[in-house]
């Protein structure tokens, strides 16, 4: 049973699988509608530098993007950067790149900064940022190669070539955040808001 009161559905500006599980498994009613915008151009023309803050644009441009579509309904953007000491990463292109990945983030702390924004109408009404600290243990070449095999092509589908509520459990050691930050999705903070805009039941 939804617990969403909106006069409309909620839109999620992502067709991210652990997004839409996160949102649906909290009783929202919404629907995924993905925001066509080019992440990396967007980024390379900010000026940006710090993982956080290009989580938070990249969020509030794609919540902005929808919500031009969709008048008078909330729309949630929601972004997620890897970065490893000043070095930041993308999505694997392949199972190369994938090792290669794996081989730098395997016995290193990376961080992971999770952005939500909230936008109607063209304005943008919340956003907020979190971060957790992802120790990976360390991974002989043979590792990687065993866990690429296993993991196919799902390790293409998010940074770091990993899925932590999937296969990608076997590569750490240490945890430190919240399990929504690391799925990509600050939800705690974006229920707070919900419920300050009389948007929920609960």
């Known amino acids: 049973m939804s617990i969403w009161r909106g006069p409309q559905k909620l839109i999620l500006a992502s067709?991210?699988?652990?997004?839409?599980?996160?949102?649906e498994n909290a009783g929202l009613d919404f629907e995924a509608l993905p925001a066509d915008i080019d992440e990396r151009a967007v980024q390379k023309n900010s000026g940006l530098a710090a993982p956080g803050e290009i989580a938070l644009l990249l969020a509030r441009e794609k919540a902005l993007f929808v919500s031009r579509q969709r008048p008078g309904q909330y729309v949630v953007g929601a972004d997620q950067t890897l970065a490893?000491?000043?070095?930041?990463?993308?999505?694997?292109?392949?199972?190369?790149q994938a090792a290669e990945q794996l081989s730098l983030l395997a016995g290193q702390t990376h961080e992971l900064h999770s952005a939500v924004s909230v936008a109607r109408d063209g304005k943008i009404l919340f956003g907020d940022v979190s971060v957790a600290r992802m120790t990976m243990r360390r991974l002989?070449?043979?590792?990687?190669?065993?866990?690429?095999?296993?993991?196919?092509?799902?390790v293409t589908t998010s940074v770091g070539a990993y899925q932590l509520e999937g296969l990608?459990?076997?590569?750490?050691e240490r945890i430190e955040g919240d399990h929504f930050t690391i799925l990509g999705l600050p939800l705690?903070?974006?229920?707070?808001?919900l419920r300050a805009e009389k948007l929920l039941a609960v």
């Open 15 to 23: 067709q991210s699988r652990a997004r839409k599980m996160l949102l």
């Open 84 to 96: 490893l000491g000043q070095r930041m990463f993308s999505k694997p292109a392949g199972r190369t």
């Open 140 to 154: 002989a070449a043979g590792e990687i190669e065993s866990y690429l095999d296993h993991a196919g092509e799902a």
């Open 168 to 172: 990608g459990v076997h590569l750490f």
């Open 188 to 193: 705690l903070s974006l229920l707070a808001f």
